[in-house]
């Protein structure tokens, strides 16, 4: 009994489980520790009663016996919860030996778990065995036994960290608002527990394909940026949905080549005033940056980006689209200080038709929404990408895996984005009322 307190005290301390059969546990004999000190305690109570019964006084004998009844009815009670404890207590150290067992894992297998209120990490050490692999790929198995999904998995040199969300994030619901309300917060709810702040992590690649929800997304995050007065310029060559608003933002809205060079170019010109004015000897501030110098953000969305680079089929049309190119590449490696931003959304992701490696590095925000094959996947995330045979379940609409520079995770994460129910919902009258508020300065601060 001294052992099994010494060790759940060390776990209430703060010490991590060891699990393993060659690890010594207390806790696995705990059910016949009970049941000799439950035996203990019944034999000495009876001993009392029958003391109090031949004592001749009949007083004595009558509380000796009703007070006697009463403890040994509420010893059952009391080491039944005593049991109750110990098994949820040791829960998940009597599943993972199972498991180990049932999976025909070695007897030095070891395994350790860290659990809060929102996540289970169950970690398996590896040794120089033959068993590997095997350790490495007990996902399907994991799954089974906690019956959680599991959030990622992370492969190290002498480790397997399995991590399953005991909590599910709440997917952001987008409403109708009354009045517009605008903000100078540069953090943006995301939803689903992701909050971007184009600051710490500056531009934006999304990727999907046809029904992923890349649209409605883009649509979403328009409206989070008027909040915020942002300048947004856009550039569609499809001219599809996004193409069709230059009936609301004007010559801020370009479909052709040439149009689409021009605002480029006048985000780039944007971007080299704001940090000529933000260097000048009389405004120069060290270690600041654009919110500081009062400006607000600058955007460009860019959607399509495969569909322009193939318009480039001749010397003139290249010569546009090298022109864009190129000063695409300056917003995205300079424009983070100047508060110039880019927003890349294609269906399919590659160095060829879209951007190169490096440069996709280089946006912090990056999502791709609906099912996509492996080689899709690293085209957007690279070296973040999870493992194929980790990849999580999205057949929820809207859903995919996104990544996030600073967000603290190696590998994307599943994410689904914000819900707008299409029936109540209309994107244009959103749009028109964050305009007329900011043109007549109607909206709430």
Known sequence: MLNL????RSRKQGKIPVIGWNEPHAFLDYKSIL?????????????????CIFSGHIFLSF?????GAFVLIKQRLFFRKIRNFFRCSYEIDFKLLKFAMENELNDDTVFTYIKDNDQLMVRVLKDTGKQLEKLESLDKGLVSLFGLPLDKKKIHERSVDYCFNLTTPERLVISVVEQPEFTDDMNIDLGYGVIYNPVKSPHVLIGGGTGSGKTIWISFFLLELLKRRSTVY???????????????????VAVTPNNIARVTRLVVEEMKKRYSIMNDPMNFKYGSNFVDHGFKPL??????MGAFQASGTNKESKKVVDETMANIKQIILLGRQAGCFILIAAQQ???STTLSTDLRDNLGLRIALGVNSP??????????????DSLPDISVKGSGLLYMDGFGEDQAQYYESPYVDMKTFNFIDELVKYQTAEK??????
């Open 5 to 8: 307190y010494k060790e759940y």
């Open 35 to 51: 049941r000799k000190y439950q035996f203990l305690v019944v034999i000495s109570i009876t001993v009392l009663i029958l003391a």
């Open 63 to 67: 509380i000796g016996l009703t007070i």
């Open 234 to 252: 856009i550039c569609d060559p499809k001219n599809s949905d996004l193409g069709n608003l230059s009936h609301y933002l004007d010559d801020h």
């Open 299 to 304: 955007w460009l969305i860019f959607d399509e």
């Open 349 to 351: 992701m590659s160095a």
């Open 375 to 388: 080689d899709g996947y690293r085209m957007v995330f690279n070296a973040h990408t999870p493992p194929s």
């Open 440 to 445: 007549y300065d109607l909206g709430k601060q």
